[in-house]
């Protein structure tokens, strides 16, 4: 069992900076892929950003491609998001989300995902 806590959102104006982070407890293996997910009022929940675990690639929405960068902290058990250069669309609740790649699934598709923390509001004001 995973659990993750995200912190870090809040209400900035656009072409500001924000810093997302998970902070993963429990059993945490070096084969899952984490990621970020956003979804905002009345739309479907999308992957911004992902990563694995362990080694491997980090992947991005192109919606936030050279704006967004995805990290990761091991010894933390901790993956950021740090958010520059954000504009109103990007405005959402943010969830971090993990699963264990070895059984396949695709990065951007919220149903490979098992484990999920609670959410951590973006506002981004024009």
């Known amino acids: 069992q995973v659990q993750l806590v995200e912190s870090g959102g809040g209400s900035v104006q656009a072409g500001e900076s924000l810093r997302l982070s998970c902070a993963a407890s429990?059993?945490?293996?070096?084969?899952?892929?984490m990621a970020w997910f956003r979804q905002a009022t009345g739309k479907e929940r999308e992957g911004v950003a992902s990563?694995?675990?362990?080694?491997?690639?980090?992947t991005y929405a192109d919606s936030v491609k050279g704006r967004f960068t995805i990290s990761k902290d091991r010894p933390k058990n901790t993956i950021y998001l740090q958010m520059n250069s954000v504009k109103p669309e990007d405005t959402a609740m943010y969830y971090c989300?993990?699963?264990?790649?070895?059984?396949?699934?695709?990065?951007?598709?919220?149903?490979?995902?098992?484990?999920w923390g609670q959410g951590t509001q973006v506002t981004v004001s024009s």
């Open positions: 990563i694995p675990f362990g080694t491997g690639v980090t």
């Open positions: 429990g059993a945490t293996y070096i084969t899952y892929r």
């Open positions: 989300a993990a699963y264990d790649a070895r059984g396949g699934g695709s990065w951007w598709s919220s149903a490979s995902y098992n484990y």
